[in-house]
């Protein structure tokens, strides 16, 4: 079936630098993606969103890249703090379907 | 509430027992998910419910699960005769649905269900 999936399941980044997470996403007929959030112990926290008919999109500290050429997605979180620690899903969804499908996951951990 | 919230946070049972999961979500949200997340694993997609119309029970992994919602608010997700395998994080979502049912979802913290 479609999946979305994930280059890197663990990235470590010191603190200050600036962090890039990927996603692959399978499904060409996907229109709008989605950036999640999860600390340990919480539910998945949403941060930010893109729809297909952008490239890129930009929020506090996080921009949302998509190249629906290669159909990837990034996050890149600038100046990474080390309340960014969690794990990171990219979530996609399209055509007539109410489902978001998720990713597996990366794990983002911010060295002091 | 300010957010989705979901009753118990944690719930042990033995194997065979049935259980009951409770997602309140946001006030005014018309659409409301259940999710799986077993331990280190993305989200799997059980069941959606949007205003009246019939919900979407694709995700659903066998007729031991069901879910309901009441009065378009309350939802609550039952698991019958529950096996080791049930074991997991049960999440509930809601959205506005102002344009699509999946955007912007909002997350409860979750139910960690374990089956002994």
């Known amino acids: 079936g479609e999946s979305v999936g994930l280059h890197l399941p663990t990235l470590s980044v010191q603190e200050g630098d600036n962090s890039i997470i990927n996603c692959a996403y399978s499904n060409s007929a996907s229109d709008y993606f989605i950036w999640y959030k999860q600390e340990s112990g919480k539910g998945p926290q949403f941060i930010i969103d893109?729809?297909?008919?952008?490239d890129k999109r930009q929020g506090q500290r996080v921009t949302v890249l998509l190249n629906k050429t290669v159909k990837h997605l990034s996050l890149q979180i600038a100046a990474t703090q080390p309340g960014d620690s969690a794990v990171y899903f990219c979530?996609?969804?399209?055509?007539?379907?109410?489902?978001?499908?998720f990713g597996t996951g990366t794990l983002l951990a911010v060295q002091p | 509430g300010a957010g989705v919230s979901q009753s118990p946070s944690n719930k042990v049972t033995e194997k065979g027992k049935d259980v009951e999961l409770r997602c309140d979500p946001i006030s005014g949200h018309t659409a409301l998910y259940w999710y799986r997340q077993s331990l280190g694993q993305g989200l799997e997609f059980l069941i959606y419910f949007q205003g009246n119309s019939a919900p979407d029970k694709s995700g659903l992994p066998s007729d031991r699960f069901s879910a309901e919602r009441t009065g378009g608010s309350v939802s609550t997700l039952t698991i019958q005769r529950t096996q080791q395998e049930d074991s997991a994080v049960y999440l509930c979502a809601s959205s506005l649905a102002l344009y699509r049912a999946n955007e912007k979802l909002f997350f409860g913290s979750g139910t960690q269900l374990s089956v002994l």
């Open positions: 893109i729809r297909s008919n952008m």
């Open positions: 979530a996609e969804t399209g055509g007539a379907t109410n489902k978001l499908i």
